[in-house]
């Protein structure tokens, strides 16, 4: 079975600062990782991903996420936040090596950046 | 226009009652997702459908039912709601032919059960 833990309900940071969005995984085959942001009242909205190749993937809006595969991590990072990245960020993973896979997503994180 | 449309986008029923939500997409994806969402639970996967005749389970299936009416159209439907089933419902969509399987989400329908 494959699982994915985002270890922080809550992230705070000050406009400006770097941000970290945590996530770990868990999968049989090979990862395939991916962020999700969901602003309010929104559906959720593709960020990023990493299939293989390079382990700092770069997505929208100025996200990047470096892919761990000792760690088993995939935290997604930003050198500069901005009030208007305040949102609900999800972590999935599915298995790479199985075309019927699913996605399974992690619980989210409130991201809240402060002016 | 969005890619991907959902009907309702906000439903308040009663307990007992049939609902339908409907799903429908334009991107020309072959798979189609329903999933429901609740503070602090994440994204749950209630059904999917990888083409037009196949239908799964997902993890909490119980108490919902989907029909595929074309690849475009996928809706969920809650014979008898119950209080428990209020929630925020999405649909998603995903190609085949590319391996990664990058969902696509609609807007999300709020559904309240009273």
């Known amino acids: 079975a494959q699982s994915v833990a985002q270890p922080e309900d809550q992230v705070n940071v000050a406009e400006g600062n770097p941000l970290t969005v945590k996530c770990t995984y868990s999968v049989s085959g090979n990862p395939y990782l991916f962020w999700y942001v969901q602003y309010p009242n929104r559906g959720l909205q593709f960020l990023l991903k990493y299939i293989t190749g390079d382990n700092l993937v770069k997505g929208s809006y100025g996200f990047e996420a470096e892919f761990n595969k000792s760690q088993t991590s995939f935290h997604l990072k930003k050198p500069s936040a901005l009030v208007s990245d305040s949102a609900l960020y999800f972590c999935a993973v599915r298995d790479g090596g199985t075309n019927a896979g699913k996605s399974t997503f992690g619980d989210g994180t409130t991201l809240t950046v402060k002016p | 226009d969005a890619d991907v449309t959902q009907t309702p986008r906000n439903r308040i029923t009663k307990t007992g009652k049939r609902i339908m939500l409907e799903c429908s997409q334009t991107?020309?994806?072959?798979?189609m997702y329903w999933y429901r969402q609740d503070p602090g639970l994440g994204l749950r996967l209630i059904y999917y459908s990888f083409d037009v005749k196949d239908i799964n389970k997902g993890e909490i299936s119980d108490g919902y039912s989907v029909s595929r009416q074309a690849q475009a159209k996928f809706s969920l439907s809650l014979e008898s709601a119950i209080p428990n089933q209020t929630a925020l419902y999405f649909c998603a969509t995903s190609d085949s032919w590319l391996a990664s399987h990058t969902q696509y989400f609609g807007p999300g329908t709020r559904l309240t059960v009273l």
């Open positions: 991107k020309g994806h072959d798979r």
